[in-house]
């Protein structure tokens, strides 16, 4: 799957104005049909990344340094008017909480056609049967039922297929997912997994797969990113990442997790540290069981170790 | 020794009149639980099985409309006021979100304080309690005069956890008292919990919609579904690979991170209001025969310790 990747994050940079950072020097890449996980704690900065990609900012926040390069397009140096046509048709978000995407005041299929006619100029008959087609493959039963009903009359799995179906509308090539299924039972989380899985095969899609739980990672996705306090501190192939994990944070949140069956968690002290409270060193140190006298003075650089394989950590 | 029973207990709520007068949704049905003596239980379901109002029933919260409540052997409703409010501090709970359940107004040396002051312990005797519960989940106590949005998440739990442990109580309910927290915080509190229950020597009833956190933490899990107990084994019966529920094996085989032998359970938890006929888990079940539609199997014991409401089993 190498070749030129789909999209490439480079050293991007965010801060509050006239505040602390809150992202720093975040750089990955994205190839066609990957897969890539976001992983990390709460506030480390995945959401910020995630809507980075899409040009988005949320108040208050801006773009300091770096690029989002959609092929050769940069995004940040888009319009905001541009950037919104550009949304929607090249990549497309999907979050927590469908409430907030579903408009509470129109059907579904009103909405899902919304987007059929704005990114592909479709209408009527097209557009009807583009949409009940597009319900139809994320699985929604009784797709003539649901395009006639309001948000509020389905179920939460059903609303996360509903913002999928309306994600997928403007046939996009990226995907970014942030924690699309925390707010789902297991039982349905293990469906929409099932169906990401399906679309990335069916549709050749990349995923940026943001989420706090490292079983929902080591189940969906190809390469793993892992954020702490605003930075990249490692990244790896899944496999790489869960059989040996480089970085003492990876590491603590490992032994932290628990998996089935385990019988024993070691727990990491100390907390993730809020933006404008970063150490100036390492920003892991001060929890770090591994921490030398350098560690608390400089501030270590994501350094590849192995093709593919990055860490940010001076005894690694 | 039981430390806490509930014996076929029955709770339902009165629905507004869209669905006409007097109509009323049934939470729990015959619902029978103990909770032995420096146990933890964990209980497990998704969300809507009533889990919540299992938790309110254990905490002497609310009454069962049918069924009985015992709490340290008592029959806990049929006491007098009097001797009902002698056994409260006994029991304690800790729910999901700390800052919604401690008193933002209110600083932490009183949030702790507060079960002692209503005992009428004296204020400094109540205050060098406090400082001791709190160094003991790990808190300093330079936090006594903070208030609660102050802290950190951990903290807050860390609290709540101090505040309710501060009555010395035999039983505590936790209703997800880590689902709000980060991976490291939650495994802090895990261990915490854990210390603090062979220290202390009390039963908890772990209230939770994740299976390895509910396996990690307890001896003995039940599994809910709708409403109803459909499973209950000790612990290494769920990690053992054998037959069980085949719901409780659906929500096994739902855990992430692993490629899934089989096609996820399909559907969702139907409604509280639209309760299936014969066994609940009937319409999603990929066992499920003609009898299954009209007879609600029982719980029954197929090992010692291990019961399960299942035809097939
Ligand atoms: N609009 C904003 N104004 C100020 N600070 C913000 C804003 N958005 C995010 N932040 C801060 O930036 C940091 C990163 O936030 P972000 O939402 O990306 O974290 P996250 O990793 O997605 O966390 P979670 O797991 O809780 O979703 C946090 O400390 C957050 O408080
Ligand atoms: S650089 Fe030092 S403190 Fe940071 S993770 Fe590596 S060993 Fe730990
Ligand atoms: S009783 Fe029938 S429907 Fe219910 S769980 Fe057993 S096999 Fe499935
Ligand atoms: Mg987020």
Redesign the interface.
Known sequence: MEGVPLLRVEGLCLGLAGGPFLLKSVSFHLQVGEILGLVG??GCGKSLTGLSCLGLFPPGVIPLEGRVLFRDQDLLSLSTEERRRFRGRHLALIFQEPLSALNPVFTIGYQIEEVLLEHRGLRGKAAREETLRLLAEVRL?DPEVRYRNYPHEL????RQRAMIAMALAGEPEVLVADEPTTAL???????I??LFKELRARRHLAFLFIS?????I??VADRVAVMYAGEIVEEASREALFEEPLHPYTR??L????????RR????????PSPGRWPVGCRFAPRCPERKERCVKEHPELREVNPGRKVRCFRR | MSMLVLREVEKSYGLRSFWGQGARLSVLRELSLELRKNEILGLVG??GCGKSTLARLALALEKPDRGEFYFLGRPYWRLSRQERRRLRPALQAVFQDPAASLNPRKRVEDLVTEPLKLLGVPRQEAREQAVEMLSLVGLEKELLPRFPHQL?G?QRQRVALARALITRPRVVVLDEPTSAL???????I??LLLELQRRFSMSYLFIS?????V??LSQRVAVMYLGEIVEEAPREVF?AGGRLHPYTE???????????PR???????PSLLRRPSGCVFHPRCPEARDPCKEERPKLREIAPGHRVACHRR
């Open positions: 704690e709460s039963p179920s939460g799995g059903m039972d297991v039982t349905v989380q293990a469906q997994l099932e706090h739980d490292l079983s929902v080591q189940e603590g949140l032994a932290a997790f628990p998996r089935l069956g385990v968690l070691e727990a990491l002290p100390g907390q993730v | 998704e969300s950190s951990g980060d991976v490291s915080v939650q495994a802090q895990l261990e919609h994740d299976l390895p956190v396996l990690y990690l659906a929500l096994l085989a739902a855990v992430p991170g692993k490629e899934r096609r996820p359970l399909w559907g969702e938890p």
